[in-house]
């Protein structure tokens, strides 16, 4: 098991800069099997996820390579394989290759995904976008069949009833490749899915009103990258250094960031009393003084992201007073409070979605497990604050997330070391 060993009490100082987005890579490796060309990436996150992603490529006979960012994809040699259900579970995201599979072969065999968890997560939006457009869905056995290989797939109207980011993806790239025009309403509006749509714009795709509510797709025949795409950089890690850099900082600016994409974010640090200065592409963040306490409401996008809702959790505990948190998207969220009560931190979640933070004079190292993506990088951030070692068990979960997470800790003076995975060969 991986574990991450922290001593704490060093201010974190400097610059670290952000990779690309792990929610719109894990979406556009899948996307790339649309191609009829080789696909080429950059700024891709070195991640665990994109591991995971690799080896259900290479299931399918499509060959890939990773280097230095850098994510080649050739998927001429594509072949109709039994996905490796180990890697599908390990990671939710797997779920995009049901749109993707069925927009190349018009069906599609997928184990039920796996990952984080954050509670019940239905697919059920997915699956009314795929029957809209003619499939047939079956599930048994943990295993979903769609098939729409008798008539093919033809666009439809298609009217969410919950804003969901993974159908909407999942759509669009079932959708891209079908008969005719396809309306999906009321879509979810992050800026991953606008990096989705652009890559796939850029390769002859017909994708209009990515980031609006209404998102319009005439299908067409063909697919062929003309270029290399570049993934954005990851709003969600540049909000995890952010709140690092708050906690426990003697100044940081956190680079290769798109502000636009973090002012609900930014917002509530600048309520806090935070010292912040926004550039063009980079933040910076300077000591912290008098901090208040304030309310968080998780929302979809442009809201408060539920990603960083326990990312900001030890910044708020210096806030002087009583700061709330209401958790609308995964009420369940809150793995993470019974770890960093462990170490002396003063919260709790009475009703469900809901956390109190308060203000907590001082945390102490101690063992505490990581329960998935960014409950983990909350502990990192604590770890990093408390007084003496602290050790995360089940790590994993954390290099799943954060790109040359050790490296880039380091490089702002954490004293740390992960045990019992090879950060040298985390690619194949």
């Known amino acids: 098991m991986a574990k991450i060993i922290i001593n704490g009490g060093h201010k974190v100082a400097g610059q670290v800069t952000i990779g690309g987005a792990k929610n719109s890579t894990v979406a556009l490796i899948p996307a790339a099997i649309l191609a009829d060309t080789p696909v ?3 700024n891709v996150p070195q991640i665990l996820d994109v591991k995971n992603l690799q080896y259900i490529l290479a299931a399918m006979n499509v060959h890939s390579n990773f280097h230095d960012g850098d994510l080649s994809i050739d998927p001429t040699t594509i072949k109709e394989a039994p996905l490796p259900a180990t890697a599908i579970k390990s990671l939710r995201a797997s779920y995009y290759f049901m749109g993707a599979l069925l927009g190349r072969f018009g069906r599609a065999t997928v184990t039920f995904p796996g990952g984080d968890n954050l509670g019940s997560r239905p697919i059920d939006q997915h699956i009314k976008g795929f029957e809209a457009l003619g ?13 729409a290989s008798e008539n093919g797939l033809n666009g439809a109207r298609i009217a969410l009833d919950t804003v969901s980011v993974g159908a909407t993806i999942n759509i669009i790239l079932a959708a891209v490749r079908a008969k005719g025009q396809t309306i999906i309403e009321n879509v979810a509006k992050e800026p991953e899915i606008i990096d989705i749509a652009t890559f796939l714009n850029n390769m002859g795709a017909n994708i209009r009103g990515a980031g609006t509510d209404t998102i319009r797709i005439t299908g067409v025949e063909s697919l062929k990258a003309q270029n290399t795409h ?30 636009e994409h973090l002012e609900s974010y930014t917002s509530k640090l600048l309520e806090m009393g935070v010292d912040m200065q926004i550039g063009e592409d980079s933040i910076y963040i300077g000591p912290s003084r008098a901090l208040k306490p304030v309310s968080i409401k998780t929302m979809p996008y442009p809201g408060f992201a539920t990603d960083l809702q326990q990312p900001i959790t030890p ?9 709330t948190i209401i958790e609308t998207i995964y009420p369940q969220r809150i793995r993470h409070i019974a770890e960093l009560r462990r170490m002396g931190a003063e919260l709790s979640s009475l009703n469900p979605g809901e956390i109190k933070v308060n203000h907590s004079k001082r945390l102490v190292g101690t063992t505490v497990e990581a ?14 604050m408390a007084d003496g070692q602290t050790v995360i068990d ?20 954490v004293d740390l070391q992960i045990e019992g995975v090879d950060l040298i060969n985390l690619m194949p």
């Open 40 to 42: 080429n990436f950059d």
């Open 135 to 147: 499939a047939k869905v079956t599930e048994k056995d943990d295993v979903i069949n769609i098939d």
């Open 230 to 259: 570049t993934v954005i950089p990851d709003r969600i890690e540049a909000g995890t250094y952010m709140s690092m850099a708050a906690a426990y900082g003697d100044g940081v600016t956190v680079q290769n960031v798109i502000p």
């Open 315 to 323: 910044l708020l505990f210096l806030a002087e007073g009583e700061s």
């Open 371 to 384: 329960a998935e993506i960014r409950a983990g990088a909350a502990l990192v951030i604590a770890a990093i």
């Open 394 to 413: 089940n790590a994993s979960h954390i290099l799943r997330g954060y790109d040359r997470l050790a490296e880039k800790l380091r490089g702002l003076g």
